[in-house]
């Protein structure tokens, strides 16, 4: 497509080193029927105005259009095409006032093509991978395409500019791109320079017909920099575009989702759906009515998200509110039960059900006294429902990992299937461990069941809750939140010191243990002269005075001695 010369149909390159094929004019025989373009029989009548009355109406469109024109039939393409058509192209960018001139060198439609075409590559005219854009040689190509127009700028193609055409090699369009794609890992550079190959060609083939070589040169250099200098005008001038591409798409996105019907979702939104990734990907390529009516499971399940994380906000914002209340309620209901008992904090009251539904439709502050009747009367089945859930948690972490350390021969100590019941959590080698109070080597990491449930709820009062905005007004958290954890090897070890004691792991409780209360000596410390322990301080001089290593005990059982 290029306007230099009508009738040569020979394949030539602009200075910018693209190749173009120029074809000559419609001939003035028609085409047989079967042959014949549907669309030139359609347009036939327009192409019946005159010259100069259709030159007068194409003026008045953008350049785009005008270069979609001239690919809609051979008809148009021959008036459009050619050199008396300049006055046309002219005008038709005087429709775009902020367009930067044409490029010395350019052809009109490869300059349209290159500065409204900013999604497609220029060679096979689709768009998949990256686009890489070298503004300089006018070469929009996607990451196929690159390897057929650019070359890796080694050592032998820069020894390859010698004498006077040595200075033009800087002024060769380049980019970059990384390394991975182009050369080995070995090479140690991140990213790789590329020259452009026509360009390349076209400059070493003019330069070598060139009857003074230095005139050449030095004309050529000045052509560059006159491009160099305005190429800030062209990448600002696409730049824009794009921008003002997006937005409109942007737009064309949200108005599609008030017509699914989150017109009003989407005006109590805190967060913009505009800035989801969904959307941005959208708007990075030409979007249809097609590409709209996929697009609609993604955006629906985009405006459930943020509705639910609305909802969620709101909801962390009315427990911030009812905190004080909502404290001084279960405090009460607290002090009624009896010592050592286990109950719930404020999070795992707040995350019940019923008590929601309590806050949700109070809606204020300050509870009501009858929403504060209400909530107290249904504390001790929150509780009792609490111990249930968190039991069962408890019951299932410790089948599962008796289940993943069976090749360490935890099954044969105790199977998995003798934990199906909360009556087994109660046998003297089932006992829990605090991830963080073992980090700071504390003695209080070994917990056993039911004071395991209060732990991870009182104790660590720093960490984040599954809600961030409670975390700065509660006190504490919802229990086990990944801290709580039962290691099997700790049962291993719990089973030796249970078969020292003369007794059976698989059934020895906690209160067997308690009546039998044996008096314990680590012979690795001090010589065996250290003081006696009791069995629940076992694991505990274990994990921080041993960590990993091998340590023998002595128990003594009334008269009975016994060493490992």
């Known amino acids: 497509m290029d306007l230099d010369d009508d009738n040569d149909n020979e394949r030539s390159m602009d200075s910018s080193g693209i190749g173009v094929m120029k074809r000559e004019a ?13 669309n030139d029989e359609h347009l036939s009548p327009i192409l019946d105005i005159p010259e100069d009355i259709l030159y007068e109406i194409i003026q008045h469109l953008d350049p785009f259009s005008v270069l979609h024109l001239a690919q809609l039939s051979r008809g148009f393409r021959s008036i459009l095409m050619s050199k008396s058509s300049s006055g046309i192209w002219k005008a038709s960018r005087a429709n775009v006032p902020s367009l930067p001139d044409l490029r010395t060198g350019l052809s009109e439609p490869r300059y349209i093509d290159f500065m409204f075409n900013n999604e497609r590559c220029q060679s096979c005219l689709r768009q998949r991978g990256d686009v890489y854009v070298c503004y300089p040689a006018f070469s929009r190509t996607c990451s196929t395409c690159l390897r057929i127009h650019f070359h890796v700028a080694n050592d032998k193609w820069e020894r390859s500019y010698q004498g006077d055409l040595k200075r033009l090699r800087t002024y060769i369009p380049t980019i970059k791109v990384r390394q991975s794609k182009w050369v080995p890992a070995r090479d140690g550079r991140k ?9 390349d060609w076209l400059w070493k083939d003019q330069y070598s017909r060139a009857g003074y070589k230095k005139e050449w040169v030095k004309a050529k250099i000045e052509e ?3 491009i ?9 001038w696409c730049e824009e575009r794009k921008y003002r591409q997006e937005e409109e798409r942007r737009e064309r996105i949200i108005k599609r989702i008030c017509q699914l019907g989150w017109g009003n979702e989407l005006n109590r939104c805190v967060q913009c759906p505009a800035d989801s990734p969904v959307i941005i990907k959208a708007c990075q390529k030409e979007l249809t009515d097609q590409d709209l009516f996929n697009l609609e499971p993604s955006l629906n399940q985009l405006m459930q998200n943020l509705q639910q994380r609305r909802l969620d906000e709101e909801r962390a914002k009315l427990l911030c509110e009812c905190f004080p209340g909502l404290k001084s309620i279960l405090e009460a209901f607290v002090r009624t039960l009896p010592p050592n008992s286990i109950y719930p904090s404020v999070v795992d009251v ?11 439709i109070s809606n204020t502050p300050d509870l009501s006294e009858q929403s504060c009747k209400a909530i107290s009367d249904h504390l001790p089945q929150v509780t009792q429902d609490w111990i249930e859930q968190k039991t069962n948690e408890v019951l299932i972490s410790a089948r599962k990992m008796l289940r993943l350390h069976h090749e360490i021969g935890s099954e044969t100590i105790l199977p998995s299937s003798a934990l199906r019941q909360k009556e087994g959590l109660n046998l003297t080698i089932i006992s829990f461990e605090c991830s963080v109070c073992k980090r700071q080597f504390r003695p209080w990491s070994s917990l056993r069941y039911p004071k395991v449930l209060m732990h991870g709820a009182y104790y660590h ?19 086990n939140e990944g801290d709580i954890m039962f290691n099997p090897a700790t049962m291993t070890f719990m089973a030796e010191i249970v078969r020292l004691c003369g007794l059976d792991p698989r059934t020895t409780t906690a209160s067997d243990m308690d009546l039998l209360n044996p008096s314990i000596k680590c012979m690795t410390c001090k010589w065996g002269k250290g003081p006696a322990m009791g069995w629940t301080e076992v694991i505990a001089h274990k994990q921080i005075d041993h960590g990993s290593g091998n340590a023998t005990f002595n128990v003594k059982l009334k008269r009975r001695s016994h060493k490992y």
């Open 350 to 360: 707040s995350d019940d059900p019923c008590i929601n539904e309590i806050l949700t």
């Open 224 to 226: 560059r920099k006159s």
């Open 26 to 38: 419609q001939p003035d025989f028609d085409f047989p029927a079967h042959k014949r373009l549907r």
């Open 461 to 479: 009062r720093t960490l984040s809750t599954a809600q961030p905005q409670l975390n700065k007004v509660f006190e504490n958290t919802s229990w």
């Open 228 to 236: 160099f200098k305005n190429t800030e005008s062209y990448i600002g």
């Open 191 to 199: 990213w790789v320079t590329l020259y452009h190959k026509n360009t």
